[in-house]
């Protein structure tokens, strides 16, 4: 189960990192050229190569954003339709380029962290847990403890999201407000308990910092409204039928493409990080049909495991050893879209170079080969059941080569 | 039933502009003026709020604050509003705080505010984040096509120019901002009601 999880570029070379999913060990290889694998170009933000024109189509390019309202983002696709069906598509990289990994370098690193946590603001969460995984030299459990905690809070709300995006897709505009409501539930804990609505700030090196412990009783309200939204959207033939068979990854396209995370677990592939997290103990939830409704089903399964982890924790501020290791080293965390990677090179504390893949730059590419081939009323709900964005697909590395 | 879901819900709705609640505002904003921060924000020992990124590594008290916009060409609509959404760099936060606009907590039809798809039918520019290269000739055409009278509302800290080297003003002419990062919905919609030249207090 070995994969290529992420490509920098250093040193004049190729750095690539292999991920073994079911033992966690991680391999990283320089090298002359980009390796064989489909996903390679995606990941240094190339995505070019996947637009498969067939010979003698009559299919027209549509370029799909990166200010059109159905995306809500800067970014975009390339779209070959014809009529209605999508004969081919690719996601276009770099309207988010922004160069805020530069931004994190040779600072003090509660500075870094801060930017870090501005990368992509929805899983700032998962990204600092992943760069303190990288960097910390004495981890303490009883903050891991609580790092996870808010890990699992930044799942729910993205969870919530997603299914909030998927009912309006279906126009199930009684559900999506629900779901919308839920969302925003979960952010307001947040904001109660790190004085911040998306966590930022909350985790330092060595140390969480938690405001008001007794917001985190607000959840179980949460809950018992979750299970009760979840028997009545489920019951829905309309809204199952939208997304039953619609945007289909076989477990074939999840390993020829390297995909993690929802998408993989959608595919009956267990790749999941916390699976090997000595913080977790962690089986993943995965569902076998590859399609928009798999992908659901797995994030209401995760909300419930979710649960499950936070209520056996204790959430309060903890601090310990903050020293740091220096030198080249990999953290990971599960987002709730799929694993973010975090390389960081430290040399006297401060971060020196940084290298950061988010799930997106190649979830991105296997949501363009499930949704090929569909029609394009189809591709809101292709596109919401991966849960990815462009700011996490743009992210990519700072620091010399 | 949803209906029955709905009613035993209740109305969750904001009772903003008439008040604010504290789950409504987040406690990371400076309630005094830095004598220095690490991301620009003072300048020339002067505190520049839009460029505060609220990462709080600053020794000032932090809390909730409802008043941290500025707008200084406002619209004289005193109703409705029209809005074209533009995200030109963001870390997709303030994406979802204003798609929390639409949520039943904030609900901003009540207050006549509508969010349109193409800028030819808005009255606001909405924008948020860095100018990245790809962005800066979306945002220049997008203003363009707006009918007159148009407006520019920036939101956040980076589309002010934190953690960037370029700001939204550098390209389109800016008529207010909504400091935070990212703002709180409540904090956006005051931002909306004060450029349409609405009461706020």
């Known amino acids: 189960m070995k994969a290529l999880s992420a490509i920098f570029k250093k040193g004049g070379k190729y750095l690539t990192v292999w991920l073994d999913y079911n033992t966690g060990k991680a391999e990283l290889e320089f090298r002359d050229s980009l390796p064989d694998r489909k996903i390679a170009p995606a990941l240094i933000g190339e995505t070019g190569a996947y637009m498969k024109i067939p010979p003698g189509t009559n299919a027209v390019p549509l370029t799909f954003g990166p200010a059109a309202g159905g995306l809500g983002q800067a970014g975009a696709f390339e779209i070959l339709t014809y009529g209605e069906r999508i004969v081919a598509i690719r996601p276009v990289y770099g309207y988010k380029r922004r160069g805020l990994e530069r931004a994190m370098l040779n600072r003090p690193i509660d500075e870094s962290l801060a930017?870090?946590?501005?990368?992509?603001?929805?899983?700032?969460?998962?990204?600092?847990?992943?760069?303190?995984?990288?960097?910390?030299?004495?981890?303490?459990?009883?903050?891991?403890?609580?790092?996870?905690?808010?890990?699992?809070?930044?799942?729910?709300?993205?969870?919530?999201?997603?299914?909030?995006?998927?009912?309006?897709?279906?126009?199930?505009?009684?559900?999506?407000?629900?779901?919308?409501?839920?969302?925003?539930?979960?952010?307001?804990?947040?904001?109660?308990?790190?004085g911040h609505r998306y966590g930022f700030g909350a985790n330092r090196p060595g140390e969480v910092r938690i405001l008001e412990p007794k917001a985190?009783?607000?959840?179980?309200?949460?809950?018992?409204?979750?299970?009760?939204?979840?028997?009545?959207?489920?019951?829905?033939?309309?809204?199952?039928?939208?997304?039953?068979?619609?945007?289909?990854?076989?477990?074939?396209?999840?390993?020829?493409?390297?995909?993690?995370?929802?998408?993989?677990?959608?595919?009956?592939?267990?790749?999941?990080?916390?699976?090997?997290?000595?913080?977790?103990?962690?089986?993943?939830?995965?569902?076998?049909?590859?399609?928009?409704?798999?992908?659901?089903?797995?994030?209401?399964?995760?909300?419930?495991?979710?649960?499950?982890?936070?209520?056996?924790?204790?959430?309060?501020?903890v601090r310990s050893d903050p020293s740091l290791k220096d030198g080249l080293n990999l953290g990971l965390a599960e987002a709730s879209h799929g694993d973010v990677l975090v390389l960081a090179e430290l040399e006297g504390g401060r971060l020196r170079w940084i290298g950061l893949r988010g799930a997106s730059r190649i979830n991105y590419v296997a949501f363009a080969k499930g949704i090929t081939g569909n029609i394009f009323t189809d591709f809101p709900f292709g596109l919401e059941s991966f849960g990815l964005n462009f700011a996490d697909a743009d992210l990519w590395q700072g620091g010399e080569d | 039933m949803w209906i029955i879901k709905g009613l035993r819900k209740g109305v969750i709705t904001s009772d903003y502009p008439k008040k604010v609640s504290d789950d409504e505002l987040s406690p990371s904003f400076p309630l005094k003026a830095p004598a220095e921060c690490p991301f620009g924000a003072v300048e020339d020992g002067k505190f520049d709020l839009k460029r505060c990124i609220s990462c709080r590594l600053c020794s000032v008290p932090f809390g909730r604050k409802l008043d941290v916009d500025e707008v200084t060409n406002p619209l004289n609509f005193k109703r409705s509003l029209h809005v074209f959404f533009l995200d030109v760099g963001t870390?997709?936060?303030?994406?979802?705080?204003?798609?929390?606009?639409?949520?039943?907590?904030?609900?901003?039809?009540?207050?006549g505010i509508f969010f349109t798809p193409t800028p030819k039918h808005a009255d606001v520019l909405l924008v948020a984040g860095c100018p990245t290269d790809g962005m800066i000739p979306v945002l220049k055409e997008a203003y363009e096509l707006m009918p007159e009278p148009k407006r520019v509302l920036v939101l956040g800290a980076c589309s002010s120019g934190a953690l960037c080297e370029r700001k939204v003003e550098d390209f389109v002419p800016v008529d207010g901002y909504v400091a935070g990062c990212p703002p709180n919905p409540v904090q956006i919609i005051r931002g909306l009601l004060k450029m349409a030249g609405r009461d706020v207090e």
């Not at chain 1, 985190?216 to 409204?225: A, F, N, Q, Y």
């Not at chain 1, 409704?293 to 959430?315: D, P, Q, T």
């Not at chain 2, 870390?91 to 207050?111: G, I, K, M, T």
């Open chain 1, 216 to 317: 985190m009783e607000r959840l179980r309200g949460i809950k018992e409204e979750f299970h009760s939204l979840r028997e009545e959207l489920l019951e829905s033939k309309i809204f199952i039928d939208r997304l039953h068979t619609t945007c289909r990854l076989t477990r074939e396209d999840v390993m020829e493409l390297d995909a993690v995370g929802i998408a993989a677990r959608g595919s009956s592939v267990p790749r999941d990080v916390r699976t090997f997290d000595r913080f977790y103990s962690y089986k993943p939830v995965t569902c076998k049909d590859g399609d928009a409704l798999a992908r659901l089903m797995i994030r209401i399964g995760e909300v419930e495991k979710s649960f499950e982890i936070i209520e056996g924790s204790e959430v309060r501020s």
């Open chain 2, 91 to 111: 870390c997709h936060a303030c994406n979802r705080e204003v798609a929390q606009l639409h949520s039943p907590y904030y609900d901003v039809h009540r207050l």
């Open chain 1, 115 to 194: 930017v870090l946590e501005r990368a992509t603001g929805n899983f700032a969460m998962a990204y600092t847990y992943a760069f303190l995984k990288a960097v910390e030299a004495n981890p303490d459990e009883e903050v891991w403890e609580v790092r996870k905690v808010l890990l699992e809070l930044e799942r729910l709300y993205n969870h919530f999201n997603a299914i909030h995006k998927l009912a309006g897709a279906a126009s199930q505009k009684v559900a999506t407000m629900h779901f919308h409501a839920l969302e925003e539930d979960v952010l307001r804990i947040f904001s109660r308990l790190t």
